[in-house]
């Protein structure tokens, strides 16, 4: 099982490392110009550097502390504060009526919890 749980740990850790570096790499005009980013016009541009930087740090703390083996609690963690940060995307999307991003973040929040529970209970470091 600790294999499945260090997939799902390096699938959902990817996908916010991938998400929160554009987010930080790029300004809001250019986030603007995807049009699956159209939540972006409800926040300025600091806001959505900060998401990005609270998804790149999440990805972080999901691999390098179990991969090194120190500090092996900030796993459990990331993955909380990134299950946190899923809710509040899902609020974001549902207001918005964008139902295919909603989709999205559900399997994220999923993968978020899971890795949680799987670290905090019967994987845990």
Do not use: C, Y
Request: proline letters at 3%; hydrophobic letters at 60%.
């Amino acid at each position: 099982m600790n294999v499945v749980v260090w997939i799902a740990t390096g699938l959902l850790a990817a996908l916010f490392l991938m998400a929160g570096s554009m987010k930080v790499a790029k300004s809001k005009e250019q986030i603007l110009a995807d049009p699956r980013m159209g939540w972006a016009e409800d926040f300025s541009g600091g806001a959505i550097k900060l998401i990005g930087a609270v998804e790149v740090l999440g990805a972080i703390g999901l691999i390098l502390p179990g991969a090194f083996d120190v500090a092996t609690g900030l796993v459990p963690a990331a993955a909380i504060g990134l299950a946190i940060t899923m809710v509040g995307a899902i609020i974001v999307h549902a207001r918005r009526g964008e139902t295919q991003s909603l989709v999205m973040n559900l399997v994220l929040l999923a993968l978020s919890v899971f890795v949680a529970v799987e670290r905090l209970g019967p994987q845990a470091f």
